[in-house]
């Protein structure tokens, strides 16, 4: 049996790579010990492309790239390293050449659009008595309260930034679709995943935290993933 790849989780806007923590379990659980969580800065598309390309370096065999919510657009710039073997996308930006998160919500903005506001130093922040509302409606209170607090904002700037060559068009990949997303409007997750014709695509009745709501789902796509490439 070939061995198992290593599973390297970039997280999105609004949050660092803790995010992640059921999802990591779940995938320890079933054997998938060598993982790494990106934790980006936020502040560029290109430097949050590089960290993540950074840490695909430092492994030694084949990386399957999970990228959550603004994530999806990290892993569509750094995917293209020769040791990136797959590409799942959790309720994520999955931008085309010239294209740029912010470009994508225009054309259908999310429910929770009006919650987000931007600081006096250029960062947008959702609001904290909004975020569960918005963020991560199928969380507990406490769950959504820590969310909410511990959010990292990201610059406003981040998310006119574009694509250059999308990974998705060349290496293989992987969708969840979160129906219930406020963040992203679902039908533009439908239209991202339906265009780079991933080898799965799924649909769950979840909020844009899927990855912490329905760590399960999450991990058996990832797992797909991994013993597909």
């Known amino acids: 049996m070939a061995a198992k790849p290593t599973i390297v989780l970039v997280h999105g806007f609004w949050g660092g790579a803790a995010h992640w923590a059921k999802v990591i379990v779940e995938l320890n659980r079933r054997g998938y010990s060598a993982q790494h969580a990106v934790e980006n800065p936020l502040t560029s598309l290109a430097e949050d492309a590089e960290r993540t390309r950074k840490m695909v370096a430092q492994v030694d065999g084949p990386v399957l790239l999970v990228g959550h919510s603004y994530g999806g657009a990290v892993i569509t710039e750094a995917g293209d390293q020769p040791n990136v073997a797959g590409l799942v996308y959790i309720a994520a930006f999955a931008p085309d050449a010239g294209e740029s998160p912010g470009a994508i919500s225009q054309e259908q903005p999310p429910a929770a659009f009006a919650n987000i506001a931007p600081d006096s130093d250029g960062y947008l922040w959702i609001a904290q008595d909004k975020f569960r509302e918005s963020f991560c409606q199928d969380l507990t209170s406490d769950e959504a309260l820590v969310m909410a607090v511990t959010q990292k904002a990201p610059l406003a700037?981040?998310?006119?930034?574009?694509?250059?060559?999308?990974?998705?068009?060349?290496?293989?990949?992987?969708?969840?679709?979160?129906?219930?997303?406020?963040?992203?409007?679902?039908?533009?997750?439908?239209?991202?995943?339906?265009?780079?014709?991933?080898?799965?695509?799924?649909?769950?009745?979840?909020?844009?935290?899927?990855?912490?709501?329905?760590?399960g789902p999450v991990a058996d796509l990832i797992e797909t993933a991994a013993r597909d490439i």
């Open 157 to 215: 700037s981040t998310f006119g930034d574009t694509v250059t060559a999308p990974a998705w068009k060349v290496k293989p990949s992987w969708y969840q679709v979160s129906t219930e997303d406020r963040m992203i409007h679902p039908d533009n997750e439908r239209r991202m995943a339906a265009r780079m014709n991933p080898r799965k695509t799924i649909e769950l009745a979840a909020s844009h935290a899927s990855l912490a709501s329905q760590p």
